[in-house]
């Protein structure tokens, strides 16, 4: 059957997406969150969980309302 993916994965490729899509910079996306560069980039490699607040920063930063950085992208 149909894998499903984590929402950490769908998380982390939908950031990688828009820093891609503006050209930003992993250092430039954390610090328009308030966040270090590091726990950014686990974030972004799926490699940490994140709570709501994060989410809400997420979101704030990048323009992506919340329920378009969770569902999957084609």
Known sequence: GERL???SDILAWNLLRHRYD???SQEELAWRIGMDVKR??????AQAHTTLLT?????HATGIPVP???PPQP
Not at 40 to 45: G, L, M, P, R
């Open 5 to 7: 993916m984590k929402s």
């Open 22 to 24: 503006n050209n930003l």
């Open 55 to 59: 989410l809400d920063k997420l979101s």
């Open 40 to 45: 950014y980039a686990e974030i972004e490699h």
């Open 68 to 70: 378009e950085l969770l």
